[in-house]
């Protein structure tokens, strides 16, 4: 393949800067050329991305592990039936945090893994600190509820997990009669338990996110996205293993032996989302830019690597087979999820034979890979191939985790200064390709996102078929963008747009996105959220492909069940060796 | 508060309270606006959540067409039904291009809730002194001073009678819950004090939180056929 030598001088001579909305990283760090939001920010492409090394998982091991982290189990009271507590603690510099576990006797008939389940296998919160007796005790009456419990503000997260039917009574067998699991079996299902819900920041009485950051200790732990929910899972984890090991020995007394480690660290803990995580995309667009913004910039900046080693193509032409070899071993019974990974397999094949060309010797050989990538392949082979060629270059991406948080948007008002041409202008940004769209016709106002009295959770309804209208959620920011500007057409374009919204207060939230986009680009979606045929669980792939989940195995359009920190090292183990790419199963 | 109390965190309460303003009848935006002002006043100490439950129990059921803010143009008066804060407070920050000096706002609903929208703009376009004075028709009157989005000085809450008797008398119990409130510059710039630290949880009464649930539960659809059937994960979502 030869190189498109316009396109690599174009990238060498681009020197831009890249901002955050927190944070304007030096231009002069590399060349830099990022893909425009109008691509991006495709729903199809969003249902595509894959974890990297900018996911939140792997930050956080590395964080771990790099500070070292010393973790303890002060507590595992579990007797024989199974049902007791465990208190795992991660003491990091300056301060503790325990995961506290609830086991329960939970007859089968009743394990669901809907969100909306009343009982559960094992219940958990992560506690600041290292928790007195009182605090467990308390904690005992209310974590086992779940939402129908209070926390207080010593408590951070608040989870619950059930067993996997499939593995859980033969796994607790064979080890209860001296034998090893099926390491197949074990593959096929990837976890030993699966939660249904993480809660963080504030919810039902746990500790705000803000008041973590305003403690300089935890400020400076916890300021990543999503960070004590991660820790929360990395210690169930080891709270799972341990409890099956505990199982195994009350069914087989001295014949039991333990999960052996290699099998052990391939087992992850599952994960059932389903629409009550969709919105969150919508709902935060400061946010999302900075993770998607974080992940262009990586991108761009290895794009604009000239000199291309051939250490950095081994590496890279390693991971493509061994995710070659995960793909086609892919589990999931899904004709959506099939079709996007015979793709992928088809584009990882290309992918190895393109990139072991001698061709890998010429300039930029990033960016023409990404490029021939961009013309050739599935968009699961473009985003694939974009995560994986971050991999060799942690010093030029691994700085980017610090913008990833969102610490502006909670103060930026709306600029009433503004006039009705200027904010025109920046709704056409984020929403011309909108405006083509007839938001009379039913397909392209099909859907209608609502909460249902039933269940307190996020649905997603058919507005022509039922009454769901009046309590729809706002959560179509195209169709509102498109509303203002029609609406801003009748005002002259000098007048400020504080003295529109005093007569037309309905286009305020459209506005105040608008303006968000000037610091946000990547905050909004470029794709219509209410259409007839919208696929949700592109929304909740691309929320965890930041998680740095894998295994994505959607049970519907809006519905999937994914795999949390499968081959990564459990406490004992962790080191800065093994702290980053356990992500990538070894065959 | 006579009823019995419960804890919350901040974030809890504004998202309670986001939902219950958006069921009393405001757009969604304006919801964000009222969870806004809620966690400011929480994050001061102050019993925002208490203010925002009677202010969305008075406007419910009120068209809320008729308690907004017509014009940017100076006075702002109200009609028969008052003038609504939240509307009040997001123009006042919508417009910190236009100098609104020694404004007066007369018949206010609930004027407790400006505080939030006064002092962002007060820190934006001056970090002076700024006093607020709220003279109360039925609400308590208060005073303000306000330096910055952090640092408020002082509020006095006054639950006597109003210090404008002949105003309060024109009143009877079926009116407006409104006060007369003007806001004053005061010219000498602050001495910037010591940035108070921000309190995270809040406390709410009985009462209080069943109207914030009350309305919030107006903004869910009665179940359907279609939402009985989850998250969408089909018959069985056990494995």
Not at chain 1, 413 to 433: A, H, M, N, P
């Amino acid at each position: 393949m030869k190189a498109d030598s316009s396109k690599t001088s174009e990238v060498a001579a681009l020197l831009t800067e890249s901002t955050s909305a927190n944070i304007t990283y030096p231009s002069n760090a590399a060349a830099v050329r990022l893909r425009p939001a109008d691509t991006v920010m495709q729903l199809d492409r969003l249902g595509s991305l894959h974890q990297c090394r900018l996911s939140f998982m792997r930050q956080m091991t590395r964080r771990m592990a790099a500070e070292r982290w010393r973790f303890s189990r002060p507590e595992f009271n579990i007797d024989n039936t199974g049902v007791g507590y465990a208190v795992y603690t991660a003491h990091y510099p300056g301060g503790e945090a325990s995961l506290i576990a609830f086991a329960h006797d939970l007859p089968d008939e009743l394990r669901s893994d809907r969100v909306i389940a009343e009982q559960w296998d094992t219940t958990f919160t992560l506690f600041n600190g290292q928790p007195t007796k009182e605090d467990i005790e308390r904690l005992r009456k209310n974590v086992p509820k779940q939402e129908a419990g209070r926390l207080s503000e010593k408590e951070l997260t608040l989870s619950r997990a059930n067993r996997s039917v499939r593995l859980w009574e033969t796994v607790v067998a064979a080890l209860a009669s001296g034998q090893q699991p099926d390491e197949t079996a074990l593959q096929g299902v990837g976890y030993l338990m699966r939660t249904t819900a993480v809660y963080g920041s504030g919810k039902f009485g746990a500790a705000d996110r803000e008041q973590l950051l305003a403690e300089p200790t935890t400020a400076r732990l916890f300021t990543a996205p999503f960070s004590v929910e991660m820790l929360t899972v990395y210690l169930i984890r080891t709270f799972v293993r341990d409890l099956i090991n505990h199982a195994a020995r009350c069914a087989g007394g001295s014949r039991a032996v333990t999960l052996a480690p290699e099998l052990a660290r391939g087992l992850g803990i599952g994960n059932s989302t389903g629409l009550g995580m969709a919105p969150f995309l919508i709902n935060h667009p400061v946010l999302i830019h900075n993770w998607i913004n974080a992940r262009e910039t990586a991108i761009a900046r290895v794009r604009a690597v000239e000199v291309v080693h051939e250490q950095a193509v081994s590496m890279v032409s390693t991971l493509l087979k061994n995710q070659l070899r995960d793909a086609q071993h892919d589990h999931s019974q899904h004709p959506i999820q099939q079709k996007k990974q015979r793709a992928l397999v088809d584009d990882l094949q290309r992918l190895i034979n393109f990139i072991l060309q001698p061709s890998s010797k010429q300039p930029f050989f990033w960016n023409a890979v990404m490029d021939w990538a961009n013309d050739h392949l599935s968009l699961e082979g473009q985003e694939c191939l974009a995560s994986l060629l971050l991999e060799p270059y942690p010093e030029l991406v691994d700085d980017l985790s610090l913008g990833m948080h969102d610490s502006v948007s909670h103060s930026q008002r709306i600029d009433g200064s503004q006039s009705v041409s200027e904010v025109t202008e920046l709704l056409k940004t984020s929403f011309s390709w909108a405006q083509s769209i007839d938001w009379q016709s039913e397909p392209a106002t099909a859907r209608c996102w609502y909460v249902s009295e039933e269940k307190l959770e996020p649905r997603l309804g058919e507005r022509y078929e039922e009454p769901l209208s009046d309590y729809e959620q706002p959560l179509a920011p195209a169709r509102d963008a498109v509303a203002a500007i029609n609406a801003l057409q009748n005002w002259a374009d000098e007048t400020t747009i504080a003295e529109v919204l005093v007569a037309e207060p309905q286009h305020r939230r459209a506005v105040q996105r608008a303006q968000w986009g000037r610091y946000a680009p990547y905050g909004e979606i470029r794709s219509n959220t209410i259409d007839a045929d919208m696929m949700p669980i592109d929304l909740l792939r691309a929320k965890l492909s930041f998680f740095g989940a894998t295994r994505f195995d959607p049970r519907s359009d809006r519905w999937v069940r994914i795999c949390l920190y499968p081959g990564a090292p459990y406490p004992e183990e962790l080191n800065t060796d093994n702290a980053d790419r356990w992500i990538y199963p070894i065959h | 508060m006579t009823s019995a109390t419960s804890e919350s965190s901040v974030n809890e309460i504004a998202a309670l309270v986001k939902k219950a303003a958006r069921g009393a009848g405001y757009t969604w935006s304006l919801a964000d606006e009222a969870a806004y002002a809620v966690a400011w006043l929480c994050h001061r100490g102050l019993d925002g959540a208490g203010a925002m439950a009677s202010h969305l129990k008075h406007v419910q059921g009120l068209d809320l067409a008729t308690v907004r803010l017509q014009s940017l143009q100076q006075p702002w008066v109200g009609g028969p039904n008052g003038l609504c804060a939240l509307a009040c407070g997001t123009a006042l920050t919508d417009a910190l291009h236009i100098e609104l000096r020694d404004l007066r706002i007369d018949h206010v609903i609930s004027p407790y809730l400006l505080l939030p929208f006064l002092a962002y703009r007060n820190e934006q376009l001056s970090k002076r002194r700024m006093r607020v004075q709220c003279t109360h028709l039925l609400t308590p009157a208060f005073e303000a001073e306000l330096i910055s989005t952090e640092a408020l000085t002082s509020v006095t809450l006054s639950h006597n009678s109003s210090s404008n008797p002949t105003e309060a008398s024109t009143l009877n119990e079926n009116e407006s819950p409104t006060a007369n409130c003007q806001i004053l510059s005061v010219d000498s710039p602050s001495a910037m004090s010591e940035q108070p630290s921000r309190v995270h949880r809040t406390t709410l009464g009985k009462d209080e939180l069943d109207v914030l649930n009350r309305l919030a539960a107006m903004t869910y659809a009665p179940a359907t056929e279609a939402s009985r059937q989850g998250a969408g994960a089909g018959t069985t979502d056990n494995d």
